[in-house]
């Protein structure tokens, strides 16, 4: 059994920084797909970003290109999610989601393992 989790939400003021990790317990992430999505409130989730482990190739929505930035540790262990110049429309539970294998789905149902999500709040 593969458990996912999140941490690093919080709260944060307009233009601030926060850092979410994702770690998966009994295994290390090396050889799978790693993304985070997110569920606005009173919205769909949406893709935020993937980094494929394989290739160290990673993926943005447009709406975090420019001011998100994935990253994995070299251990295979926690894949990180930097998220700078945070603004309100950034508030949403931030959920990681995990893969074995190499894929280039940006859809949820393309992956296997659902943390519970982070919350994370951007004031004005």
């Known amino acids: 059994q593969v458990h996912v989790a999140e941490s690093g939400g919080g709260l944060v003021q307009a233009g601030g920084s926060l850092r979410l990790s994702c770690t998966a317990s009994?295994?290390?992430?090396?050889?799978?797909?790693v993304a985070w999505f997110r569920q606005p409130p009173g919205k769909d989730r949406e893709f935020v970003s993937v980094?494929?482990?394989?290739?160290?190739?990673?993926d943005y929505a447009d709406s975090a290109k420019g001011r998100f930035t994935i990253s994995r540790d070299n251990a295979g262990n926690t894949v990180y999610l930097l998220m700078n110049d945070l603004k309100p429309d950034d508030t949403a539970v931030y959920s990681c989601?995990?893969?074995?294998?190499?894929?280039?789905?940006?859809?949820?149902?393309?992956?296997?393992?659902w943390g519970q999500g982070t919350q994370v709040t951007v004031s004005s």
């Open positions: 980094i494929r482990w394989n290739t160290g190739s990673t």
């Open positions: 989601a995990a893969t074995p294998g190499l894929t280039f789905s940006f859809a949820p149902e393309s992956f296997h393992y």
């Open positions: 009994g295994r290390t992430l090396s050889r799978w797909t």
